[in-house]
């Protein structure tokens, strides 16, 4: 494992210990969210500092996006009573925002690290190559995968079912 | 080019730590969603360390067992959030300590 690596991985570690603890700790839903979201990427540039670049991949678009996005959806359907105390005025604009936003910076910064120095060399010393996880994934556990699928196909059809307004509800309506 | 390998303890520590917190939020939030959140943060944190295990190994099976919990975190969640809406519209709240009953 290079050097840059090496400190991406730290980086990456500790910008999502704090981004989690921090997001455990905000009043507001939604800045939480933005927190979780960016202990999220610091976990994914882990992920590429350990030489998984298939899984740091999936880790951004599957968490930080798909999953976060649900959340943010669900945050925007209810309108939270914020647990605050009657006099306190939750940051707004900018304000509001800078912590993620600095952290997100710092995963910026050290992920173009890497990547400008992934050219030159590979990353780490125990590269695992997409195509290694999915020979693996298709062959040996070719029957987590269609247990997977089914799990997928009972999500569906029980969010569905759960989301669904109930027939009293349709009649009042 | 400087070989230098993260002690795999360190990565172990952080997917520890991940998981500490995420369990602090479980147990200190009343809300339904931070709990919903919390269980997220768990869960990736048992990636994390599969994750770890896979670079100390050099092997690719932490990586798949990666996919299958981001698959069952993506059911988990959906689920998870349609009963969150589901409730919010009976109870008017989203105050863990609300739901104590169960009939509808």
């Avoid at chain 1, 400190?7 to 989690?20: I, K, P, Q, R, S």
């Avoid at chain 1, 960016?38 to 930080?64: C, D, K, N, Q």
């Avoid at chain 2, 698959?71 to 709240?93: I, N, W």
């Avoid at chain 2, 989203?94 to 104590?100: C, I, K, P, Q």
Wanted: hydrophobic share 60%; glycine share 10%.
């Amino acid at each position: 494992m290079s050097g840059i690596s090496f400190v991406a991985f730290y980086v990456g570690a500790g910008a999502a210990v704090l981004a989690t603890a921090l997001a455990i700790m905000q009043r507001q839903p939604i800045h939480a969210l933005l927190y979780l979201t960016v202990s999220l990427l610091g976990v994914a540039l882990t992920f590429l500092a350990l030489g998984a670049p298939l899984a740091a991949a999936l880790e951004v678009i599957i968490y930080a996006g798909a999953v976060m996005v649900l959340f943010v959806f669900a945050t925007m359907t209810v309108s939270m009573p914020s647990d605050a105390p009657p006099g306190h005025v939750p940051p707004r604009g900018l304000r509001a925002v800078a912590g993620p936003a600095a952290l997100g910076l710092l995963l910026a910064a050290a992920l173009l690290a890497v990547l400008r120095q992934a050219g030159e060399a590979p990353l780490g010393k125990t590269m695992v190559a997409p195509r290694d996880v999915s020979l693996l994934l298709y062959g040996t556990y070719g029957v987590g995968v269609e247990l997977a699928s089914m799990l997928l196909l009972a999500g569906l059809i029980g969010a569905y079912h759960l989301a669904r307004r109930s027939r009293t509800e349709r009649e009042r309506a | 080019m400087n070989v230098q390998a993260v002690p795999v303890e360190h990565g172990l520590i952080a997917a520890g730590l991940l998981f500490a917190l995420g369990l602090v939020g479980l147990l200190t939030r009343r809300s339904l969603l931070f709990v919903l959140m919390s269980v997220e943060i768990m869960l990736n944190a048992a990636g994390l360390a599969f994750v770890v295990a896979d670079a100390k190994w050099g092997r690719a099976d932490g990586q798949v067992m990666l996919i299958f919990i981001l698959t069952m975190a993506a059911a988990e969640v959906s689920v998870g959030l349609a009963l969150l809406l589901r409730l919010y519209h009976t109870l008017k709240t989203l105050n863990t300590d609300a739901m104590r009953l169960l009939r509808g």
